[in-house]
């Protein structure tokens, strides 16, 4: 597909020379811009470095080649800075905030974050967005004047905002957050810096959005296919992965499964990339905008699928969701790790002396709302191997979370 050229840097693309600036004001970097920096700084992150040995949708010890956290996290900072590239967004920013945009989960994926929702009900639930902003902001402490890694406004903006608004001009609540309300974490940030959370995010925001659905698309289909859920003739049902299989055979007759399964997710992710390009470079040049802020105010988010290629990622998604997310094999081994977070906490809860003394309650009385908070950002913090040695320190009895072939 032949895609018309942008230049180096957009009107409408954010500029770190520009950049709204940190909470805590610094001398600026003489070797980096501000949002170079940003992903430095994530990167030498303790939360980056524990993506490692966090789910993804494979516990971590089932093998070397399926995803983790960490990278899952590095496929979609790839995806986003093409994207930036070819749309004339900026690079740096749309890394940084694909690097970061999965801080904040807790071990064992998804089941890790509905079993602390339900551990943390009473004070708000949990919500990993939330927790990613809070790390960044306030648990990582590295610096000497400051918690957290004082990234740029933009940056946090996006971390938050990147899935679109949470509330509306007002303030009250909107979309996901409407009944339950702003998590906590979230409103307390807002009393310090205003983040806007009215208005949709940057376009390197919405970028980062997108290559993370690109992400999933693809190499979960890759993983679900290396763990034999649902073989390659499975996918036909799904129009655009049937046609892209329909071309293998053409071009190469029967490969063996793992090239077949190579060629489906490489030519996937390219279909996927030129589709948010061609459609994202035509809205550009319909609005023309001039600034970044005229895509924050806009009535629909600039970078986006088409609409039948919208259709095709919700098909995906719904194999995926009936085939992978909701097997039997997965199902099983989930409830069992929703099971240890559940453990962990109400041990913790119980037994405060059990918690390391750096994250003990610090003379908050009984079970307040701030003590069950900061055990549960002890929690959020683990990876899936620390939550299972912790564990099996604590109780008798603790799951192997292996999948039964």
Partial sequence: MAVEPFSPRA?????????????????????????????????????????????????????????????????????????????????????????????????FGHAGERALDRCLKDVGGFDHNAQTLRMVTALERRYATFDGLNLTWETLEGIVKHNGPLTDREGRPVGRYLTRGLPHAIRVHAASQDLELWSLPSGEAQIAALADDIAYDAHDIDDG???????????????????????????????????TAHEV?????????????????ARLKAWAPREPADLRLAHETAVAFSAPMAATDRSIKSFLNLHMYRHARIGRIMGEAEGVIADLFTRYVAAPQDIPVEWGPHGEAGEDAARLRRIGDFIAGMTDRYALVEHARLFAVTPELRYEH
Avoid: W
């Fill in 11 to 107: 009107p409408y693309a954010c500029d770190p020379a520009k950049s709204r600036g940190r909470l805590y004001p610094e001398a600026p970097s003489p070797t980096r811009n501000a949002f170079r920096r940003d992903c430095d700084r994530i990167i030498h992150s303790t939360a980056f470095r524990r993506l490692a040995h966090k789910t993804q949708v494979f516990v971590f010890h089932e093998g070397d080649h399926f995803r983790t956290r960490l990278t899952h996290t590095l496929e979609v900072t790839q995806i986003a800075r093409s994207l930036a590239r070819a749309l004339g967004l900026d690079e740096d920013l749309a890394e940084a905030l694909a690097l970061a945009h999965d801080l904040g989960h807790p071990p």
């Fill in 225 to 259: 296919l290396r763990a034999s859920m649902f073989a390659a003739d499975d996918l036909a049902e799904v129009d655009l992965i049937g046609a892209i299989l329909q071309e293998i055979h053409a071009a190469y007759g029967a490969l063996d499964a793992a090239r």
């Fill in 265 to 281: 997710v490489r030519r996937l992710i390219t279909r996927l990339i030129e589709d948010v390009i061609a459609e994202s470079a």
